[in-house]
Nanobody, 127 residues
C-alpha cells in the first residue's frame, strides 16, 4: 500500500484545513485508516481513525469536536477536516493504514497496529 498525504500548510488560529490521503496498491475499502501527528520534540500520537468495520470513528480528546475523519472508497482517499485550529495542533500529520483490522492484536489508537504510513504533511497554526 502506498499512501500520499497532502493538504497541509500554514493557517491562523481558528482557521480550517482539510488533509487528504490517497491510497494505492490494495483494496482500499478493507483497510482501517487513521491519522496520527507528531509535534516538534514529542512522540507521534493518535488523532483519528475508523473502527474495524469502518462504521464508527474515534478521536483523541484533544481534537474531538473540531476534527472529522471521512473516507471516499470510490476515490481511495481518506480525509481529515480540521476546524478551530489551535497553535498546539501544529505538527506533521501522517495517514496510516491497518491491513489486518480484525487481527486480535489490532487496535484503533496504537501506532503498531498500522503497517503502512504516508510521508506526512506539515500543519502549522500561528497564534
Amino acid at each position: 500500500v502506498q499512501l500520499q498525504a497532502s493538504g497541509g500548510g500554514l493557517v491562523q488560529a481558528g482557521g480550517s484545513l482539510r488533509l487528504s490521503c490517497a491510497a494505492s496498491g490494495r483494496t482500499f475499502s478493507r483497510l482501517r485508516m487513521g491519522w496520527f501527528r507528531q509535534a516538534p520534540g514529542k512522540e507521534r500520537e493518535f488523532v483519528a481513525a475508523f473502527s474495524k468495520s469502518g462504521g464508527t470513528t474515534y478521536y483523541s480528546d484533544s481534537v474531538k469536536g473540531r476534527f472529522t475523519i471521512s473516507r471516499d472508497n470510490a476515490k481511495n482517499t481518506v480525509y481529515l477536516q480540521m476546524h478551530s485550529l489551535k497553535p498546539e495542533d501544529t505538527a506533521v500529520y501522517y495517514c496510516a493504514a491497518d491491513s489486518q483490522p480484525f487481527a486480535i492484536t489490532s487496535s484503533t489508537t496504537l501506532e503498531s497496529s498500522y503497517d503502512y504510513w504516508g510521508q506526512g504533511t506539515q500543519v502549522t497554526v500561528s497564534s
